[in-house]
C-alpha cells in the first residue's frame, strides 16, 4: 500500500506540474500576442502621422516636410502648423516648433536619470509628465481647432482618454484647408529656429549619454545642425548655434559608446590594481624581507 500511494502522489504531481507548464506557456502565447500587435500598431501609427505632417506641411510651404517621417524631429512641423505658439487658456507660449521636440529630448533625460533618485525622483518625474502632457495636449487641441474648428473639443477630449486615435484624427485633417482667424499672431524667434534645436538636442545628447541614451537627440541635433548650418550659409549669418550642435551631437552620439567602454576599462584597471596590492601585501606578510 506504501509503494502504491507514493506512486500516486508522484503521479499527482507530475500532472500538476504538466497544467501549470501548459498555464505558462498560455500566458506566454498571450504576451507574444499583444507585443505583436503592439509593434504593428505602433508602425500603422507612424505611418498615419507621418503621411499626416508631411501633406499638411507640403499644404503651407513649410521648409523640410520630409521631417514628418523622422521621430522626435517631426514634432517641431506640428509645433509650426499651430503657428508656432500654445495657448493654454489666455496663457500664450510661443516658439512651439522648438519646445515641442525638445520636450522629447526632456522626458528622455529625465526618465533616464532623475528617477535614480529614490522616490523623490518618481514623484518629480510624475509632475513633469502632467506639464508636459498639458503642453502637448493644448498643441493638439490648436491643430484640432486650426483645420477642423467644429470637432477641436471632442478630436482633444478622445485624444485624452483615447491616444490611440491621435494619429487618425490627424489623418483625416491632411485635405482640410487651416483657419488662423482666432489664432494669436506670434512674433518670429530672432535666431534659426533649426540651429536652436540643434544646439539644444546637442546639449541633451552630451547630458543623456551619461545615463547611456540619448542617441537619437544627438541625431536630430546633427540633422537639424546640417539643415540650418546650409541655410544660414547661404544668407551669410553667423551659424555658430548650428556648429556647436553638430559638435554637441556627434560627441553625445560618441559619448554613449564610448563611456561604457571607458567604465569597463577603469573597473577592469581598478580591479587589476587591487590584485597586484593584494598579491603585494600576501608576499611581504609571508615573506617579511621582501
Known amino acids: 500500500m506504501d509503494y502504491y500511494y507514493d506512486y500516486y502522489d508522484f503521479g499527482d504531481s507530475f500532472y500538476n506540474y504538466d497544467a501549470l507548464g501548459a498555464f505558462i506557456g498560455i500566458i506566454i502565447v498571450i504576451c507574444l500576442c499583444i507585443m505583436i500587435f503592439a509593434c504593428i500598431f505602433a508602425i500603422i501609427a507612424y505611418i498615419f502621422k507621418g503621411i499626416s505632417l508631411y501633406t499638411l506641411a507640403k499644404k503651407r510651404n513649410l521648409r523640410y516636410p520630409w521631417i514628418a517621417w523622422i521621430p522626435m524631429a517631426n514634432r517641431y512641423l506640428l509645433g509650426a502648423l499651430i503657428n508656432d505658439q500654445v495657448s493654454i487658456g489666455s496663457l500664450h507660449i510661443p516658439y512651439a516648433a522648438i519646445i515641442l521636440p525638445l520636450l522629447s529630448g526632456v522626458s528622455t533625460l529625465l526618465s533616464n536619470t532623475i528617477t535614480l533618485i529614490p522616490f523623490v525622483g518618481w514623484i518629480f518625474l510624475f509632475v513633469a509628465g502632467i506639464l508636459i502632457a498639458i503642453y502637448e495636449y493644448s498643441a493638439y487641441y490648436w491643430l484640432y481647432r486650426i483645420y477642423n474648428p ?27 484647408a487651416p483657419d488662423y482667424t482666432d489664432i494669436p499672431i506670434t512674433r518670429p524667434c530672432a535666431q534659426n529656429p533649426r540651429a536652436v534645436l540643434s544646439f539644444c538636442f546637442g546639449i541633451l545628447s552630451m547630458l543623456s549619454s551619461f545615463a547611456g541614451s540619448g542617441l537619437w537627440v544627438g541625431v536630430c541635433a546633427v540633422i537639424f545642425g546640417i539643415l540650418s548650418y546650409q541655410e544660414l550659409k547661404r544668407e551669410n549669418a553667423p551659424a555658430l548655434f548650428a556648429i556647436l550642435g553638430i559638435i554637441f551631437g556627434a560627441l553625445g552620439i560618441i559619448m554613449i559608446f564610448l563611456l561604457p567602454v571607458i567604465g569597463l576599462a577603469v573597473f577592469q584597471g581598478h580591479s587589476l590594481i587591487n590584485r597586484i596590492t593584494n598579491s603585494l601585501y600576501t608576499n611581504s606578510t609571508r615573506y617579511p624581507f621582501l
Do not use: E
Open 150 to 176: 467644429k470637432n477641436a473639443t471632442l478630436y482633444l477630449v478622445l485624444s485624452i482618454i483615447f491616444p490611440v486615435t491621435i494619429p487618425f484624427f490627424w489623418f483625416s485633417l491632411r485635405d482640410k
